[in-house]
């Protein structure tokens, strides 16, 4: 059974993945996500067979078809990276009433941290979505395990993880922006049903939030060092700075960094891991 729901995995992931890619188009810009798919460049709208993930960008090489311009290859990395993450939380969970809030929460990780690190904000219209549709997940989950008592849990690992960060935001509010307050929401509601789930007790929430925190500080000091060695290999820099004026690139440095990416990955591999942390 578990083999099955791995292989399903795959193409459902992908295509969770193509409209992750969507979300991340769109949401910034507030273009109406029922808008027919088109090319960034040209604008010519897009058949069924020009937006199959992955596939069609291959296909294509990586080039509109109607105008010839280059497409970015973050659409099949985005891609990739979501069905990656959705065969990981099948492989981990199994068919079970758990594996349902984990897929909502690496959908969204992936497109809100992929949204940070090229705009810098974290959209409060995908955040608090994201949020809701969290609680959904975990409520019709913690029902379907009998364990009602789960849901205050994660209620309370997303105040307690959001009310640490906004202690640090009103500390400093230049390294550490109100946007990932709203962030640690989202995220401390999946943290706080990790625990809650498993094991019986306050404690393992407060393990969890912990963990998170430190390993999120550790994580941004790794995609800071990826970015920064990636740009100097391609002569080039792959973000731009917030504070530069223009929308030419400038060279990157630490504090140029978003810091929900670092928050996402941090938050994913605790939850996912959950049992050894504990």
Same mark, same amino acid.
Request: hydrophobic share 55%.
């Given at each position: 059974?578990?083999?099955?729901?791995?292989?399903?995995?795959? *193409?459902?992931? /992908? @295509?969770? +993945?193509?409209? &992750?890619?969507? #979300? $991340?188009?769109?949401?910034?810009?507030?273009?109406? %996500?029922?808008?027919?798919?088109?090319?960034?460049?040209?604008?010519?709208?897009?058949?069924?067979?020009?937006?199959?993930?992955?596939?069609?960008?291959?296909?294509?090489?990586?080039?509109?078809?109607?105008?010839?311009?280059?497409?970015?290859?973050?659409?099949?990395?985005?891609?990739?990276?979501?069905?990656?993450?959705?065969?990981?939380?099948?492989?981990?969970?199994?068919?079970?009433?758990?594996?349902?809030?984990?897929?909502?929460?690496?959908?969204?990780?992936?497109?809100?941290?992929?949204?940070?690190?090229?705009?810098?904000?974290? *959209?409060?219209? /995908? @955040?608090? +979505?994201?949020? &809701?549709?969290? #609680? $959904?997940?975990?409520?019709?989950?913690?029902?379907? %395990?009998?364990?009602?008592?789960?849901?205050?849990?994660?209620?309370?690992?997303?105040?307690?993880?959001?009310?640490?960060?906004?202690?640090?935001?009103?500390?400093?509010?230049?390294?550490?922006?109100?946007?990932?307050?709203?962030?640690?929401?989202?995220?401390?509601?999946?943290?706080?049903?990790?625990?809650?789930?498993?094991?019986?007790?306050?404690?393992?929430?407060?393990?969890?939030?912990?963990?998170?925190?430190?390993?999120?500080?550790?994580?941004?000091?790794?995609?800071?060092?990826?970015?920064?060695?990636?740009?100097?290999?391609?002569?080039?820099? /792959?973000?731009?700075?917030?504070?530069?004026?223009?929308?030419?690139?400038?060279?990157?440095?630490?504090?140029? %960094?978003?810091?929900?990416?670092?928050?996402?990955?941090?938050?994913?591999?605790?939850?996912?891991?959950?049992?050894?942390?504990?």
């Amino acid at each position: 059974m578990d083999l099955l729901v791995i292989l399903l995995a795959i *193409p459902l992931g /992908l @295509v969770v +993945g193509g409209f &992750v890619t969507m #979300l $991340v188009d769109r949401v910034p810009d507030r273009t109406p %996500l029922s808008m027919g798919s088109r090319c960034p460049f040209c604008e010519h709208h897009l058949g069924v067979a020009e937006v199959v993930p992955v596939v069609s960008w291959f296909v294509r090489k990586g080039r509109c078809r109607h105008c010839g311009d280059r497409i970015t290859p973050a659409y099949p990395a985005v891609e990739l990276a979501t069905m990656g993450l959705w065969v990981a939380a099948a492989a981990h969970y199994g068919w079970h009433w758990t594996l349902l809030p984990p897929l909502v929460l690496v959908t969204a990780a992936v497109a809100l941290s992929v949204i940070d690190l090229y705009t810098f904000r974290l *959209p409060n219209r /995908l @955040v608090f +979505g994201s949020t &809701v549709l969290s #609680l $959904v997940a975990i409520m019709g989950a913690a029902f379907g %395990l009998d364990r009602p008592t789960a849901i205050g849990k994660a209620l309370a690992g997303m105040l307690l993880y959001s009310g640490i960060l906004f202690v640090l935001h009103l500390i400093s509010p230049r390294s550490l922006a109100f946007g990932d307050v709203k962030f640690a929401l989202l995220l401390g509601l999946h943290l706080g049903w990790a625990a809650g789930s498993v094991w019986v007790g306050w404690t393992p929430v407060f393990q969890l939030v912990f963990y998170v925190i430190l390993g999120s500080f550790l994580m941004f000091g790794v995609i800071g060092l990826l970015v920064a060695v990636i740009g100097q290999r391609l002569q080039r820099d /792959l973000l731009p700075d917030p504070d530069a004026e223009g929308s030419a690139p400038t060279r990157v440095s630490a504090k140029a %960094l978003p810091f929900g990416p670092a928050m996402a990955v941090a938050t994913v591999a605790v939850v996912f891991f959950a049992d050894s942390f504990v």
